[in-house]
């Protein structure tokens, strides 16, 4: 009776966890960020080999922005906050399939391929896995998270004291050693961006995720096209 209750448990638990974290690929909640913020440029980095894998990511069939209904309405608040102080968005990345995070463990995993170190030029690339500064399962597969930067409104670059996807301590939002206008401006996106309902975290000064996401434990893979 004992073995049969532990079973019945150990059941349990693996029905609540397979419930916790579960793979989508229906997209209807989802729209492109272009049909909401007219002024935004996109860099899309992963639908190119300009980023840390040197390579063009799984998932990636356009370069294109999409969010969650929820995290584009609460994005164009911060951009029109950003406009008013005269800057545009500069969107990096936002939605990302699963396949996507699955091809960077892959990658990290690969011993013949070491990509473009320049993105880790302080680090080994298994310390990438182990730094939790890329993770299976990513907050960008929710849908509400987003990577971007300020630009000014005719297009010019506005100084962050350190690039995207740089994985060093100068990308933290708190790193010191930058000059004060590189501090102002990391403070102006993070401001519009909490204000807007954002929450940051301390590894990356461009990523921001909805604090209300609508969707907590579902993890989405359907291509970016």
């Keep these: 009776m004992k073995k049969l209750a532990l079973s019945i448990l150990i059941s349990l638990s693996f029905i609540q966890i397979a419930a916790a974290s579960q793979i ?3 997209n209807s909640n989802f729209v492109p960020l272009y049909t909401v913020i007219d002024d935004a440029v996109y860099d899309i980095r992963y639908y190119s080999s300009n980023n840390f894998t040197g390579n063009k990511i799984k998932g990636y069939k356009a370069p294109v922005a999409y969010m969650t209904k929820e995290g584009a309405r609460a994005l164009t608040l911060a951009a029109d906050d950003l406009r008013k102080q005269g800057y ?4 990096w990345d936002t939605y990302r399939p699963q396949k996507a995070v699955d091809n960077f463990v892959d990658w990290i995993n690969n011993p013949t391929d070491d990509g473009d170190k320049s993105f880790y030029p302080n680090l080994q690339k298994s310390d990438l896995l182990k730094g939790q500064y890329i993770m299976s399962k990513s907050g960008h597969t929710r849908g ?3 990577d971007l930067t300020l630009i000014k409104k005719d297009g010019s670059f506005v100084d962050m ?3 995207f996807d740089l994985f060093s301590e100068i990308s933290h939002p708190d790193y010191k050693k930058i000059t004060k ?3 102002k401006n990391r403070k102006i996106l993070h401001d519009a961006m909490i204000k807007a309902g954002f929450q ?3 590894s990356e000064w461009w990523h921001f995720t909805l604090k209300n996401e609508p969707y907590t434990d579902t ?5 970016v096209k």
Excluded: A, M
Excluded at 88 to 91: P, V
Excluded at 219 to 223: S, V
């Design 200 to 202: 940051g975290i301390d």
């Design 88 to 91: 545009r968005l500069l969107i």
């Design 24 to 26: 989508s690929y229906d």
């Design 144 to 146: 509400s998270t987003v």
């Design 219 to 223: 993890y989405f893979n359907f291509d």
């Design 161 to 163: 004291g350190g690039t």
């Design 181 to 183: 206008e590189q501090k």
